[in-house]
């Protein structure tokens, strides 16, 4: 991260989600259920300049580790994301987000008549990932297709 | 090619695959003497969570031709289904006692997932409002005899194009053997659904949609005609205003190309009077005929790989 991106102070412990793409950094905070009642700090910054993206939005969260389902969703609106572990103000850990080839049992079919959909059966619902200039979700069972902009009315 | 495959969506095969098929139906069906009966000791399961009497008798017929033995989950009303069990134990025990299921649910996805959780193949007899493979390959089957072909030809498809599956499943194919055009006639309540659309758009199937049939009647090489069911009308009055301009009569079969054929699904309602029968276009029924000897084929090539 350049000094011009830090328009907020450094973070002591904690993650910052890098490399969003602009306009998607709140579909981010919908995904890590994110309200606005924690007793952490969060920073939003929205639409900063980025020599990679153009345009592009960050999110430092204090004292949050994300879990491996966390980053997985966040791959899915994000997909070039990178994702920095803080500690002691340092970067401890930085990994770039990889959408994985099926989300099992996160997303649900948008299809209601979908098999996945129905009460009391043992089946998780599963959808591949279509990757392209967008990333689509493609349900295995029924061929249900969920865009990119729908995908986080639909996480279980 | 075939030996064990699961038959999910017509999406799921291709040209070499299903010319292939056509052939070991053709086969069968010039054979007088059916020696075919290699298929002893297997069983056919048939469960239709959604009745349908003609293409659960046509897999148990063929089944039955081919030497080999069928059960019958019964009606969903009736089994135990009714008492609360779900559809993934039901598929499981049939996995234990079937060499081969069908299934046909209102439910998407439901064969595919059985697919996936069955030791044995798997069989779609009707899915959802989109998929029908079985039928499809039939609807092909009898296309092929005819033309020799199955590229380059023009379709009127007539009908519930929104709901029927047969048409879905019918368009789908037309990713893989591409027609010249394709008609879509059907009242506009019951065009098709912009999944349909897209698809076709995506694979560049050229179509047009229309509300009558009139001017493709002397364009068309094959007339698909399929039931308007009265339920699918918001308005009951626009159902009675418009059912009339969907009936295939033997003033339109004058008109039609020499060659052309009209397949149906079937069961018809009204769609196509009786008097059309006998007329030399009607295949209706020799493409249901041609459909035991299909899925005769389909069996015994899963099931031996023959
Ligand atoms: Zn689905």
Known sequence: MSEKELRVTKIENGTVIDHIPAGRALDVIRILGITGKENYTVAILMNVESKKLGKKDLIKIENRVLEPREAQLISLVAPDATLNVISNFEVKEKYKLEPPETIEGLIRCPNELCITNKQDEPILPKLKVVKGSKIVLECIYCGAILTSEEITRFIL | ?306
Not at chain 2, 102 to 113: A, Q
Not at chain 2, 161 to 170: E, G, N, Q, V, W
Not at chain 2, 204 to 214: A, C, V
Request: hydrophobic share 40%.
């Open chain 2, 1 to 306: 090619m075939w030996l064990n495959r699961d038959v999910i969506s017509i999406l799921d095969f291709n040209k070499e695959e299903l010319l292939d098929l056509f052939s070991k139906a053709k086969l069968i069906e010039s054979l007088k003497e059916n020696n075919l009966k290699n298929l002893k000791g297997k069983i056919l399961t048939t469960a239709f969570f959604e009745p349908s009497t003609r293409t659960r008798l046509s897999f148990q017929a063929a089944m039955l031709k081919l030497g080999g033995s069928t059960l019958d989950l019964g009606e969903p009303s009736i089994s135990s289904l009714a008492k609360g069990e779900n559809i993934s134990d039901t598929i499981r025990m049939l996995d234990y006692y079937s060499d081969i299921i069908v299934i046909r649910h209102k439910l998407e996805g439901v064969s595919r997932y059985a697919a996936e959780i069955c030791e044995h193949p798997v069989i779609n007899a009707g899915e959802g409002t989109k998929e029908h493979p079985t039928q499809t390959m039939i609807d092909l089957y009898e296309v092929w005899k005819t033309f020799k072909s199955l590229e380059n030809l023009t379709y009127a498809i007539i009908g519930d194009i929104k709901h029927a599956r047969t048409i879905s499943s019918l368009i789908l194919s037309f990713s893989i053997f591409k027609p010249r055009k394709v008609y879509l006639v059907s009242p506009l309540e019951l065009r098709a659904k912009e999944k349909i659309r897209s698809f076709m758009e995506f694979n560049g199937i050229l179509y047009e949609e229309l509300t009558t049939f009139s001017e493709v009647l002397e364009e068309a090489d094959v007339f698909y005609v399929t039931r308007i069911q009265k339920e699918r009308f918001s308005d009951p009055y626009e159902y009675e205003k418009v059912k009339g301009s969907y009936i295939i009569t033997l003033e339109h079969i004058k008109r039609m190309k020499e060659g052309a054929i009209i397949l149906h699904p079937l069961p018809r309602v009204d769609e196509l009077s009786p008097k059309v029968d006998s007329s030399k276009n009607a295949a209706y029924f020799s493409q249901a005929r041609g459909g035991l000897y299909l899925r005769m084929a389909l069996l015994r090539a899963i099931l031996t790989g023959e």
